[in-house]
DNA sequence: ATGCCATGCTCCGCATGA
């Protein structure tokens, strides 16, 4: 069995604590980390390889950043999604992961990336453009990536509140850049491509978060958002044998915004 | 109606986030 998890965790640095101590009591094998908003170099390695994992990330100064944790043997495919330009921000690694033969089960390669989805607002700027021609440049690359039919899995933060189920009050909502018809169109048709919602296949009740804001007493009052996904490729989807999201670090001292999303594949 | 909170920078207020 392997358990994947994504985490988007606003700042490793000041997180670190907080990611040794789930890394512990959840035991992912694989891990996508969005936010790390630092440079490779400052990443505190030593203490996520002491606890086995093996890293893959792409970093840079103060924003975004993204990363692959690992317990199996990994190697790097992609830093950057395809079609961008040379300022290109650090929101895409990809990676193919050894998952070795077990009782009775043949050894297999599965295809991970870890994404950071442009947030977009405010609608009438420029990021907002740059957010509906990422996901354009992510639904190219998740349908190049179907046509190898291998076990795949895209997880991350993807910005984007797929339904009117996945937010605490739509209607205040609607404009965001979160929610648009357009964001909401392109993310539709990312899952029209063959891929599967790893969390929505296991559980359908409404309103399960895995955002609260900071303010305003979003975690106590539960006003979240469902906005972290990760999505799997049938040859990934047909092994799903469990999901769900953890709200145990949202709950701790000095938490991110966000917690993880995880699934179980019998690979 | 607005800000609330948190992070990073280089600063002691501003940009960014969702």
């Known amino acids: 069995m392997v358990k994947i998890a994504t985490w988007n965790v606003n700042s490793i640095k000041v997180r670190i604590r907080n990611v040794l101590e789930w890394l ?35 970093g840079q ?9 690992s317990r199996l043997p990994m190697t790097v495919e992609r830093e950057a999604l395809p079609g961008g330009s040379d300022d290109e921000q650090a929101r895409y690694v990809e990676a193919l992961i050894e998952v070795p033969a077990t009782n009775g089960k043949r050894a297999r390669v599965l295809r991970a990336a870890s994404l950071y989805l442009p947030n977009g607002n405010p609608v009438d700027s420029l990021k907002y453009d740059y957010k509906l021609v990422w996901m354009d440049r992510l639904r190219q690359h998740a349908r190049d990536l179907l046509e ?40 539709r048709a990312l899952i029209y491509l063959g891929y599967v919602d790893a969390f929505r296949a296991l559980n359908q009740e409404p309103h399960q978060y895995t955002f609260w804001d900071y303010q305003a007493g979003a975690w106590q009052r539960d006003f979240g958002l469902r906005i972290d996904h990760l999505l799997l490729s049938p040859q990934a989807a047909d092994r799903l044998v469990a999901s769900g999201i953890d709200r145990g670090p949202r709950g701790r001292d000095r938490p991110s915004d966000h917690t993880p999303v995880w699934c179980e594949l019998d690979l």
């Open 61 to 69: 100064k103060s924003y975004n950043g993204v990363a692959l944790l």
């Open 148 to 187: 190898l039919e291998e076990p795949l899995i895209l997880g991350g933060d993807y910005n984007v509140i797929p339904t009117e189920d996945d937010v605490y009050d739509p209607v205040a909502w609607v404009d965001d850049a979160l929610f648009r018809p357009e964001v909401r169109r392109r993310y």
């Open 24 to 58: 512990r009591e959840a035991k992912p094998d694989i891990v996508m980390l969005q936010e790390i908003k630092c440079t490779v170099a400052e990443l505190p390695c030593l203490e996520i390889e002491d606890l086995g994992y093996n890293i893959a990330a792409v």
